[in-house]
Every structure is written in structure tokens, then in C-alpha cells.
T-cell receptor, first 115, second 110 residues
């Protein structure tokens, strides 16, 4: 597996509390992504980063924010967690190569439960 | 933006049979089509990919075909084994990202 870790791996929290998930890579890859995975929906992109301090929204970004102050770390924050944000969250990394395509490597995932 | 549809959502086969999973994409500019396998409780892992300059790629028991004109691509698994049981995701590249299909749960019965 590529050098990607996620923390925490499991978290239970209450509605209305802030939550931050961390993705850490040792591959020095430029691109980092946050996905959520829910039954029947596959992998849906929340936010991604194409460099330090450079981020953009994905298809399900409402209620989430991100930050990337260093190449190796990409943080996902739920400002005020809701039960609809109960999910498994995956981080992925990629180093863009020729022709614009990007092979992605996934972290181990974080299971978040919002009560 | 890119949209990827994947069928079927569930596929059950007997050990030794072949399995085929199909995906369609919408953006004719997409040029990279990976397939990921996700075992229960694990992370998705790349099993094979294809670039738009080729029509077919094989790796042992798995193969992927691409029809750019029709904008669809397929994963073929031959001589299926119980360890092939997993969820499979197709994807197509959009600008700076991948767009994933909704997944196919493959169950291989002994």
C-alpha cells in the first residue's frame, strides 16, 4: 500500500459537534482527495486539493471544509456534524502524469458515526 | 462534468464462470478508465486500468475493453474464484479527478 494513513480510524460523535479527520501521506504526491462511501452511492468526492493551499469542491461538499497547509496533510472538517454525515470516509492521493490521467491510491478509511 | 453509470449493481456467478461488468461515461474528453476492487472492510485497490489509446488490456484472468465511440468500457473476469467476491468500481477521469460508478457487488459461489 502507498504511504497513506488516516486518523482516527473510527469515531462516534454527537450531532452538532465539530469533527476533523486527518489524511497523511509520505509519497509527496501533489493531489489529495476526500471521498465518502455510502451503500448504493459508491465513492462520492467531497473536496480535493491540487497543491498546498489549493483546494476545490467535489459533488457533495455541503457541510464540509478542507485545509492543506503542508504537502503531506489534508484535513477534512465537519463544522457541525449531522446524522446524514454518518459514513465511511476515504482519503486518496495521486501524482498526475502524462496525458492528464491520475491513478489514485486510497487510505484505510475512517468510519464516522454521528448520533 | 463527467458522469459514470455502472451495471449491474449485483452479480452472482458460479465458480469457474465468467463475469462481465459494464460502465458508460458521458465526457468524450475522458482518457483514463481504472477499475478498483474493494473487499469487505478494506480500501479500494486498483486492479487494472486502460488508456484511451488502446481498445483492450489483459492481466491474467482479468481484462478491460474500451469502446470510445460508444463511450463504454467493461471489465471481464474469467474462471472466477471465491476470492474474486468483492465490490468493483469503474471510474473515468474528469478534470483533475476521477468520477466513480456506483459499484457492482460480485458474489462467486463455490
Amino acid at each position: 500500500d502507498a504511504g497513506i494513513t488516516q486518523s482516527p480510524r473510527h469515531k462516534v460523535t454527537e450531532t452538532g459537534t465539530p469533527v476533523t479527520l486527518r489524511c497523511h501521506q509520505t509519497e509527496n504526491h501533489r493531489y489529495m482527495y476526500w471521498y465518502r462511501q455510502d451503500p448504493g452511492h459508491g465513492l462520492r468526492l467531497i473536496h480535493y486539493s491540487y497543491g498546498v493551499k489549493d483546494t476545490d469542491k467535489g459533488e457533495v461538499s455541503d457541510g464540509y471544509s478542507v485545509s492543506r497547509s503542508k504537502t503531506e496533510d489534508f484535513l477534512l472538517t465537519l463544522e457541525s456534524a449531522t446524522s446524514s454525515q454518518t459514513s465511511v470516509y476515504f482519503c486518496a492521493i495521486s501524482e498526475s502524469r502524462l496525458a492528464g490521467y491520475n491513478e489514485q491510491f486510497f487510505g484505510p478509511g475512517t468510519r464516522l458515526t454521528v448520533l | 462534468g463527467e458522469n459514470v453509470e455502472q451495471h449491474p449493481s449485483t452479480l452472482s456467478v458460479q465458480e469457474g464462470d465468467s463475469a462481465v461488468i459494464k460502465c458508460t461515461y458521458s465526457d468524450s474528453a475522458s482518457n483514463y478508465f481504472p477499475w478498483y476492487k474493494q473487499e469487505l472492510g478494506k480500501r479500494p485497490q486498483l486492479i487494472i486500468d486502460i488508456r484511451s489509446n488502446v481498445g483492450e488490456k489483459k492481466d491474467q484472468r482479468i481484462a478491460v475493453t474500451l469502446n470510445k465511440t460508444a463511450k463504454h468500457f467493461s471489465l471481464h473476469i474469467t474462471e472466477t474464484q471465491p476470492e474474486d467476491s468483492a465490490v468493483y468500481f469503474c471510474a473515468a477521469n474528469g478534470f483533475q479527478k476521477l468520477v466513480f460508478g456506483t459499484g457492482t457487488r460480485l458474489l462467486v459461489s463455490p
